[in-house]
C-alpha cells in the first residue's frame, strides 16, 4: 500500500482523534483491502451481524484498543441500526473519494463537492493535489478554490486573474501553449475565460490566447479609451505591469510585434503627427516612426535642438522601447545639438590666445558632439534612417568647422613668432607647474597618467564622468601642445626637463641630453625625482597590494596608456578611432580608481598630442600636391617634417628650433590649417603632429578623491493639487529641485498608491533627469489608476508613496509620501 493512499491517510487522521471508526461500504467495494488500509495498531472487526457482540468486545472487554468496525451491504436506519449509538459518538467514515478528498483538503465552501467530481483528472493527480493543498486556506470561496487551480495547472503559487494572465502571455510570446493546454485538460479553460469577460471585459465566442493578446492591444492601442469601466481600467493596470516587469517585458515587447502587425499599426503610423505619436509607447512602429520624424525635424531644421532633447528624454522615461534604440536616440541627441552649433559658431578669432581660449571653451564641444554622433551612427541599432543625417553632418563638421576654424587659426598661426603664450601654461612646462609644487619637500606624491592621443574633447568628457564618480573631484586645464605634435616630443615634454632637443635624426628625442623613449628610459629620468614609470598593462596585471607597494615606493608615478594612438595610427584601425576613445575614458578610470585603492589622492590626467579625425576623405584641397623642400629632409610626415634647411613654402609654416622651444639644429616645417602630406599606403581619416586646435590644445586633468561624498541624486517634492481622491484615478504633479550635474545626478521613483502596505493602484517607474536650469522644464505628472484592492480603503486615508531603489538588490523602500482621503461612489469589479 502507498504511503500517500488518501484513504490510509484518512483513517490515520480519524484515529488521531478517536479510538473508535465505523467503515461504511455499501457495495463492499474494499472488503478485500480493510486490514491493508488500517493504521498500524488499529484491531479491524467485520460486523457481520454479530454487534452486541462487537459492541461488547470494543467497550467492556477492551476498552483502551483502537478498533476500524468495518460493515458492508446495507444498514438499517434509525433504531434498527444496533451501532447507530457509536457512529453518533465517533462519525461514520466512507471511501467516497470525493468526500475524502473534500475533507482531506479542509475545503468548506459550498459547492465543493459538485468540482471535485467535475474535475476528477486535476484530483486524480496525487502531484497537483499536493501543489493544490499547499495554497489553500480554511476561508477560500469557491471562485478563490478554482483560481488556485489554475494557478497549480500553470506551475506557479500565484493566483491572481493578472498573474494567471502573465504566465499564459509570456508562454504565448515563447510559442509554449502548454499552460495553457493543462487548463483545458483540467476542465478549467472556461473558468478563465469568465474571468477575463468580467475582470478585463474580454469576450469572445470563440476565445484563445491569440485572440485575447489582440484584444489587448488594440484596446492599448486605443488609449484603453472606456476609462471610466472598472473593466477597461484593470486591463490597463495590469497592461502597464506586464510590460514594466521584467518577469514579462520581453514577452509583452515580442506579442507587441506581431499584433503591430495583425493590426497594421505601421500604416498607421505613417501618417501620425510626433505629437500623436509621442502619447504612448505601445508598438516598436511607433518608436521608430517618432525616431524619422526626429531625423526629418534635425535635417529640416523644423525642431530646435531643445525640443530634440526633450523628447529624447521623455521616451527615455516613458517608452518601453527606448532602450532598443538608446544609441540610435544618442545619434539624434549629438546631432541636433552639433549642427545649430557649427551654424551659429565663432569662428573668426582675433587672436592666438583667443583661438585657444575660444577652443578650450567652447569650439571643443562640436568636436566632442562629432564624435559622439559619429560613434553611435556607427554602432546605432539600425543605422538607415540616420543615412541622410550622416552626410549632413560629415559636410556640415569637414566643411563648415574644420576647415573654416583651420583656415581662421592657420592665420593666428602664422603671425606667432614663439611657440607660448602666457594665456595657458605650456605643456613643456607641466612637470614644473603641475607636479613639482606637491614634492616639493617630500609633503606629497602625485601619479601622472599618460593617454597618447587623448584629445582635449575626450578628455573633457572623461572628466564629467570622473567627477560622477562618488568621492572624486576632477577639473580639466587646457596646455599648449608642443609642435610638431607628435608621440615621442610630447611625451618628453611632459618629463621633468630643462632643455628638449631632437636626436641627429629626429628621434629619440633627447630631454636634458638623455634619451626619452620607452618605460626604461623614462624611468632614469623619474628616478631622479624619486619616481618610476610604468606601463598600464602592466600597472593592471597587478595585485592589489603590489600597486600599493609601487606607489609607497615612489614620489611619483608616470603610467604610460596607449588605446586611441594604438588604434588610429594604422591604416587598417584608424576608423575604430571613435571607439578606441570611449574605450580610453573607461580604462583611465579604471586606472584611476585602482590608484585610488593604492592611496594616492593626487592624480593627473594628460595626453602627448591630440588629433584630427574626419570619417570621410578629405577634398583634394586638402592633400598637398606640393613637397616640402631643404637641404636635408630627416622626417616626413602627413603633418609635419623635420629638416635642416627647409625651403619657405606658402602651403606650410615654417619654424626654426628655437621659436618652438628645441634646442636642436631641426627645422620644423607644419602644413597649414588641416591639410595633409600625400603618403603612400597612410590612413586619410586620423592624423597628429600638426599645429591645428585639436592638435595642439593638450588636457590635464586634475583628480582628487576625498572621504567625503561628492554624488549626490536629485531630490524630488510631491506638489498634490487636492487632498481627495473620488475618481478611479489621480494625476500628481512632482518636481524634480535641481538640474542635473556631473555631481548632482538623475534619480529614479516608483510612484503609488497604498493603503497601509497595501498597493490600491499601478506603480509607474518615473526618472528625474532634467538638465534644464529652468524650474518649469523640471516638473513631470504621473496618473495612477486604483485597483480593485482600493475598495477597501474607501472613505480611509491612503498614501501617495514615492519609493527609490536600495542599491542593485530589487528591493525598494520609501522616499517621501503626502497622504490623501479616498472618498469614491462606486467600487471595481471582483477578482480571483
Not at 487551480?149 to 498573474?163: D, I, N, R, T, Y
Not at 478549467?188 to 475582470?199: C, H, P, Q, S, V
Amino acid at each position: 500500500m502507498s504511503k500517500t493512499d488518501p484513504i490510509h491517510d484518512h483513517l490515520v487522521s480519524r484515529f488521531e482523534q478517536h479510538r473508535l471508526v465505523v467503515w461504511r461500504d455499501p457495495d463492499g467495494s474494499y472488503a478485500t483491502a480493510v486490514e491493508t488500509q488500517a493504521p498500524t495498531g488499529v484491531t479491524v472487526l467485520r460486523v457481520e451481524n454479530d454487534e452486541f457482540g462487537i459492541k461488547h468486545r470494543v467497550l467492556r472487554d477492551e476498552p483502551g484498543t483502537k478498533f476500524l468496525l468495518y460493515r458492508n451491504g446495507s444498514v438499517p436506519e434509525g433504531t434498527e441500526n444496533w451501532l447507530l449509538d457509536l457512529e453518533l459518538a465517533h462519525g461514520v467514515f466512507t471511501a467516497d473519494r470525493s468526500a475524502l478528498m473534500q475533507t482531506d483538503l479542509g475545503l468548506t465552501a459550498p459547492g465543493t463537492d459538485v468540482l471535485i467530481a467535475e474535475h476528477s483528472g486535476f484530483f486524480g493527480e496525487i502531484k497537483l493535489v499536493a501543489k493544490f493543498k499547499a495554497l489553500l486556506s480554511p476561508q477560500n470561496d469557491l471562485p478563490t478554490v478554482k483560481a488556485k487551480m489554475c494557478a497549480v495547472a500553470l506551475g506557479q503559487k500565484e493566483h491572481s486573474f493578472s498573474e494567471l494572465t502573465r504566465t499564459l502571455l509570456v508562454q504565448h510570446a515563447a510559442s509554449d501553449n502548454s499552460g495553457y493546454q493543462s487548463l483545458v485538460t483540467q476542465g478549467l479553460a472556461d473558468f478563465y475565460w469568465d474571468g477575463a469577460a468580467a475582470i478585463y471585459g474580454y469576450e469572445s465566442e470563440s476565445p484563445s490566447v491569440a485572440g485575447f493578446v489582440l484584444w489587448m492591444f488594440k484596446q492599448a492601442r486605443d488609449g484603453f479609451e472606456a476609462t471610466s469601466s472598472s473593466a477597461a481600467r484593470n486591463v490597463e493596470i495590469d497592461f502597464r505591469s506586464f510590460r514594466d516587469s521584467m518577469r514579462s517585458a520581453d514577452a509583452l515587447k515580442k506579442l507587441a510585434r506581431k499584433a503591430e502587425i495583425d493590426l497594421d499599426f505601421a500604416e498607421q503610423a505613417n501618417g501620425a503627427s510626433l505629437s500623436e505619436l509621442a502619447r504612448n509607447d505601445i508598438f516598436d512602429a511607433g518608436e521608430q516612426e517618432i525616431i524619422r520624424h526626429l531625423i526629418e525635424g534635425i535635417r529640416s531644421q523644423t525642431l530646435a535642438s531643445r525640443d530634440v532633447a526633450e523628447m529624447i528624454r521623455t521616451r527615455r522615461r516613458d517608452s518601453v522601447w527606448f532602450g532598443d534604440y538608446s544609441i540610435l536616440y544618442s545619434a539624434l541627441g549629438a546631432a541636433a545639438e552639433l549642427l545649430p552649433a557649427i551654424r551659429s559658431a565663432r569662428l573668426d578669432l582675433s587672436g592666438f590666445d583667443d583661438g585657444l581660449i575660444h577652443y578650450r571653451d567652447d569650439l571643443f564641444r562640436i568636436d566632442q558632439l562629432y564624435r559622439q554622433y559619429t560613434l553611435a551612427s556607427q554602432t546605432a541599432e539600425f543605422t538607415q534612417p540616420l543615412e541622410a543625417l550622416n552626410e549632413l553632418v560629415e559636410n556640415a563638421y569637414v566643411t563648415d568647422f574644420l576647415s573654416k576654424l583651420g583656415v581662421s587659426w592657420q592665420q593666428q598661426v602664422d603671425h606667432v613668432e614663439k611657440w607660448k603664450t602666457p594665456a595657458i601654461t605650456s605643456q613643456s612646462s607641466f612637470y614644473d607647474h603641475y607636479i613639482a609644487p606637491l614634492l616639493h619637500g617630500g609633503r606629497k606624491k602625485a601619479v601622472v597618467i599618460i593617454s597618447d592621443a587623448l584629445r582635449y574633447e575626450v578628455a573633457e568628457e572623461l572628466t564629467s564622468k570622473i567627477r560622477g564618480e562618488n568621492k572624486y573631484d576632477a577639473k580639466i586645464e587646457a596646455t599648449l601642445g608642443v609642435l610638431p605634435s607628435y608621440t615621442q616630443l610630447g611625451m618628453a615634454a611632459l618629463l621633468p626637463h630643462r632643455t628638449l632637443a631632437h636626436s641627429e635624426d629626429g628621434d629619440p628625442v633627447l630631454a636634458d641630453g638623455l634619451l626619452s623613449n620607452g618605460t626604461a628610459n623614462r624611468s632614469k629620468i623619474l628616478a631622479a625625482v624619486g619616481g618610476t614609470a610604468i606601463q598600464a598593462t602592466g600597472f593592471l596585471k597587478m595585485k592589489p597590494a603590489e600597486r600599493r607597494d609601487l606607489y609607497a615606493a615612489n614620489q611619483v608615478l608616470y603610467v604610460y596608456h596607449d588605446t586611441i594612438d594604438a588604434t588610429g595610427d594604422k591604416a587598417v584601425s584608424e576608423h575604430r578611432t571613435f571607439k578606441a576613445a570611449s574605450d580610453a575614458i573607461d580604462e583611465i578610470i579604471d586606472i584611476v580608481k585602482k590608484l585610488a585603492s593604492a592611496n594616492a589622492t593626487n592624480i593627473f590626467v594628460t595626453a602627448d598630442h591630440g588629433f584630427l579625425y574626419q570619417e570621410s576623405r578629405l577634398a583634394p584641397q586638402f592633400n598637398l600636391t606640393v613637397k616640402p623642400q631643404g637641404d636635408k629632409l630627416v622626417v616626413e610626415n602627413r603633418r609635419y617634417v623635420l629638416g635642416r634647411g627647409l625651403k619657405q613654402n606658402n602651403a606650410f609654416r615654417l619654424f626654426t628650433p628655437e621659436q618652438v622651444g628645441l634646442s636642436s639644429d631641426l627645422e620644423v616645417q607644419i602644413p597649414n590649417s588641416i591639410c595633409r602630406i600625400v603618403k603612400p599606403g597612410a590612413g586619410f581619416q586620423f592624423v597628429h603632429g600638426g599645429a591645428s586646435l585639436q592638435e595642439i590644445v593638450v588636457p590635464v586633468i586634475s583628480i582628487n578623491k576625498g572621504r567625503s561624498d561628492t554624488v549626490e541624486l536629485v531630490n524630488v517634492d510631491i506638489h498634490p493639487e487636492s487632498d481627495k481622491i473620488t475618481t478611479g484615478q489621480i494625476v500628481v504633479k512632482l518636481y524634480q529641485q535641481s538640474a542635473v550635474t556631473d555631481q548632482r545626478t538623475a534619480r529614479k521613483l516608483r510612484a503609488g498608491l497604498y493603503f497601509g502596505e497595501q498597493l490600491i493602484s499601478n506603480e509607474s517607474e518615473l526618472l528625474f533627469d532634467a538638465e534644464s536650469t529652468e524650474g518649469r522644464d523640471r516638473f513631470q505628472s504621473v496618473r495612477l489608476l486604483l485597483s480593485k484592492e482600493a475598495d477597501a480603503a474607501n472613505n480611509h486615508s491612503v498614501e501617495f508613496r514615492l519609493s527609490e531603489p536600495i542599491g542593485e538588490t530589487g528591493e525598494w523602500k520609501k522616499y517621501k509620501s503626502v497622504p490623501y482621503t479616498l472618498k469614491r461612489s462606486f467600487t471595481t469589479d471582483f477578482d480571483f
